[in-house]
């Protein structure tokens, strides 16, 4: 290759660069916030296929963007003890695998994701056990008018219970630490 050809390749090669980075700064924040939970998507996926296949379990994996997060399903077509396994007693181990899948998101994009893992609809039954728990205590606390406080939960399940509570028309605070934040609902 000659000079000249060079300097024309690296010309271009430069003017390609340029043209890059004019599109990313003039897409709009939520083209580029898109782009990121669908990359964030693919690495939690990736990682989330190779610890399957190390622990030889069947499952298939589902990757949903919507509402500024995205959404990892892991199922199978068949009940599979791997996968119910990797759920817990409580989502305790599910819990813990969302937060290994977030480090690995984080350890690849150098960004910090609030990704949320399901297995086997485990979360989508959670939210619905969540949702009467908060009923519940929100009859308890409009009949006698004291507040309820209910067992620890982790940050997801307690914005569900605080979205739900809310709906009721009642007030929920979290109150403790650690493993030991839970949430009061009360009538003010």
Do not use: F, W
């Amino acid at each position: 290759m000659s000079a000249e050809s060079t300097e024309q390749t690296l010309s271009e090669e430069t003017i390609d660069e340029q043209d890059e980075s004019v599109d990313q700064d003039s897409s709009s924040p939520k083209a580029s916030s898109a782009s990121r939970l669908e990359e964030e998507g693919d690495v939690a996926a990736d990682y989330l296929e190779e610890l399957l296949d190390i622990a030889d379990i069947d499952g298939d994996i589902d990757i949903e963007v919507r509402n500024g997060r995205t959404y990892i399903s892991i199922v199978a077509e068949e009940e599979a003890e791997g996968l119910e396994g990797l759920v817990g007693e409580d989502g305790e181990v599910l819990e813990a695998l969302q937060e290994l899948t977030r480090l690995a998101v984080l350890s690849a994009t150098e960004n910090r994701s609030r990704l949320v893992l399901d297995i086997n609809g485990y979360r989508q039954e959670r939210t619905g056990h969540l949702q009467k728990i908060a009923e519940d205590a929100a009859a308890s606390v409009k009949e006698t008018g004291k507040s309820v406080a209910l067992e620890p939960m982790s940050a997801y399940e307690r914005k569900i219970v605080h979205d739900a509570v809310a709906d009721l028309g009642l007030v929920s605070e979290s109150e403790g630490e650690g493993a030991g934040r839970h949430i009061v609902v009360s009538a003010d």
